[in-house]
Every structure is written in C-alpha cells, then in structure tokens.
C-alpha cells in the first residue's frame, strides 16, 4: 500500500491548482482595479463639472455686482 505511483500525480495536481488559482486571483485583481480607476476617472470628470458649474455661478454673480453698482451710481 505505498503511496509511491501517487506522489507525482498530486503534486503535479495541486501545482494546476495554484496555478489556477493564482490566475482567477490575478484576474479578479484586474477586474477590481479597472473599476477603481474608472470611478476615479467619472469622480475626475465631476469635479471637472462642478468647477466649471462654480465658475460660471462666480462670474454671473460678479456680473450682478457689476451692474447693480451701475444702477446705484446712476441714481
């Protein structure tokens, strides 16, 4: 009953078995990674958004400043 002939069977198996399990690992790290850089790029293209939206509510106001001091200095 020696476990002779089965050795090299099941190392060669449990090497298969690493080595597929190492991929999916690498695979699923990919997967995770492309999502964390497409959300950092959308989070990116909000701030891009919400400056221009902050930008623009500057330059409205400073407008409105503009032509109230004309209304009050013409008065």
Not at 13 to 32: E, G, I
Not at 51 to 69: H, I, M
Request: no cysteine; proline share 1%.
């Amino acid at each position: 009953m020696s476990n002779q002939g089965e050795g090299p069977q099941s190392t060669a198996d449990l090497t298969a078995f690493v080595q597929n399990l190492l991929t999916q690992m690498q695979s699923r790290f990919q997967q995770m990674s492309d999502s964390i850089i497409n959300r950092i790029d959308e989070m990116g293209e909000r701030i891009d958004d919400l400056e221009r939206s902050v930008q623009d509510l500057v330059s409205q106001a400073e407008e409105g400043d503009g032509e109230n001091k004309g209304a009050v200095s013409k008065q």
